[in-house]
């Protein structure tokens, strides 16, 4: 069974930065691919960034320059590191996987991720 924990959310002002993190458990981790989404209240969840196997990323264009998707594979473990954070940022974040082994294609629709995580709350004051 796969299982996604996330951490690091918390609350930060404007222009701060967050490091949220992601504990992946349950099968190989290095495998598959990670995407990290977000949620805020009203909203429909939407992608933010991606992460392949072979460490392709992909962004949204608002994160696109100030977020960072990596990850290592030695501690299962995904990142999103977070800078000049605004408040239109506040929101769950969710991390996400599939199984789709050894792809190459990044995904950034909700429904070709399987497996989520909680969600970490990330608020960004003015």
């Known amino acids: 069974q796969v299982q996604l924990v996330e951490s690091g959310g918390g609350l930060v002002q404007a222009g701060g930065s967050l490091r949220l993190s992601c504990a992946a458990s349950?099968?190989?981790?290095?495998?598959?691919?990670m995407g990290w989404f977000r949620q805020a209240p009203g909203k429909e969840r939407e992608f933010v960034a991606a992460?392949?196997?072979?460490?392709?990323?992909y962004y949204s264009d608002s994160a696109k320059g100030r977020f960072t998707i990596s990850r290592d594979n030695a501690k299962n473990t995904v990142y999103l590191q977070m800078h000049s954070l605004k408040p239109d940022d506040t929101a769950v974040y969710y991390c996400a996987t599939n199984a789709k082994r050894f792809t190459t294609i990044v995904e950034m629709s909700t429904e070709a991720y399987s497996y989520w995580g909680q969600g970490t709350q990330v608020t960004v004051s003015s």
């Open positions: 992460i392949t196997w072979g460490r392709n990323t």
């Open positions: 349950g099968r190989t981790f290095s495998t598959y691919p």
